[in-house]
């Protein structure tokens, strides 16, 4: 009798958390982007999608939480602590990636729409606080911790809340262009610098929309690597292209851009024969 062939490794299953309350700017669009990249590596991916009044499992690889007004922000909140899963599958060892609204809700608290101070998840070790100046709102340009792998990171930010983070996490990166966690949420050593995101083992916030998977093909793998072990590389020729577009178009960075930006020659005439910039 022929021998069995080995079995598949079974479907990465990527949890989307309430994108119809949390899923501003297309964040929705990570879970796709984390999907894809591991079809296009022959592995099997399942996107499961829950919707506000659903039950999240506790079973998936990877969660995705995408970012909110207050209102949703805070429903979303209170069901999450009230069904518990996405606390069991962080004890499993499941990885978590939280945009904005996504990262308020992770840490321990933030503030509600009525402006009273709400519980978060407490999976993350931050608090989130009403910012006293103007919203945030532009280009966000964050150079990530230099043990993270990660290049200079894009995304887009549009938020009032600052976040302060505790010792038990660590910032994403150092903000180069844009605002970030705000005023209270440096923890990189500079007292003049803003810091993005927060993270702690497998639980990553930032942020940065975009989408930042999207927009940072790289932070998509470092995540993947997480469930799955190291991946093989792929062409992202199209995605640094696009990298390359959004890092020139935050302000300061054009001129950076020149210096250290400069896409490879191919990525370059790719760039000019779609946009026919001659
Ligand atoms: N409602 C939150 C704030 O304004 C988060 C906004 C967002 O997710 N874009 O701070």
């Not at 340009?141 to 792998?149: D, K, R, T």
């Given at each position: 009798m022929?021998?069995?062939?080995p079995a598949?490794p079974?479907a990465v299953r990527v ?14 669009g990570?879970?796709v982007?984390?999907a894809?990249r591991?079809?296009?590596r ?6 499961v999608e829950?919707?506000?009044?659903g039950?999240?499992?506790d079973s ?9 007004e ?8 209170r ?8 606390h ?9 990636l939280?945009v904005?609204?996504?990262?308020q ?6 503030v509600?729409p009525?402006?009273i101070e ?9 608090v989130t ?13 964050v150079e ?7 290049p200079?990171?894009t995304?887009?930010e549009?938020?009032g809340g ?5 010792p038990g996490?660590q910032p ?5 262009t ?10 990189l ?9 927060a993270?702690?083992g ?6 940065m929309?975009?989408p930042v ?5 790289t ?6 690597g ?10 992202d020729?199209e995605?640094?292209a696009l990298?390359s ?9 054009a001129?950076?851009g ?17 946009h026919?910039?001659?």
């Amino acid at each position: 009798m022929a021998p069995e062939p080995p079995a598949a490794p079974s479907a990465v299953r990527v949890a989307l958390v309430f994108p119809d309350l949390l899923g501003t700017y297309g964040d929705s669009g990570n879970a796709v982007i984390l999907a894809q990249r591991l079809r296009w590596r022959g592995r099997a991916a399942e996107i499961v999608e829950i919707n506000a009044g659903g039950a999240v499992p506790d079973s998936c690889d990877l969660y995705v939480i995408g970012g909110g007004e207050d209102q949703p922000q805070s429903l979303a909140a209170r069901e999450l602590n009230i069904q518990r899963s996405l606390h069991r599958a962080v004890d499993r060892g499941a990885a978590v990636l939280a945009v904005c609204a996504g990262l308020q809700i992770l840490g321990r608290t933030f503030v509600g729409p009525d402006g009273i101070e709400q519980p978060g998840l407490d999976l993350l070790d931050c608090v989130t606080v009403r910012g006293r100046g103007r919203r945030a709102v532009g280009e966000l340009v964050v150079e990530p911790a230099a043990n993270s792998g990660l290049p200079v990171m894009t995304g887009y930010e549009n938020h009032g809340g600052v976040t302060i983070l505790s010792p038990g996490a660590q910032p994403l990166g150092r903000v180069r262009t844009g605002v970030g966690n705000g005023q209270d949420g440096d923890a990189l050593g500079e007292a003049s610098s803003l810091a993005d995101g927060a993270v702690n083992g497998r639980v990553w916030g930032t942020y940065m929309h975009g989408p930042v998977l999207a927009r940072n093909p790289t932070f998509a793998d470092l995540l993947l690597g997480l469930v799955t072990g190291p991946l093989s590389p792929l062409d992202d020729q199209e995605s640094e292209a696009l990298r390359s577009e959004r890092l020139q178009a935050a302000p300061g960075e054009a001129s950076r851009g020149a210096r250290r930006w400069a896409p490879p020659p191919g990525v370059a005439r790719w760039v000019r024969s779609r946009h026919r910039v001659r």
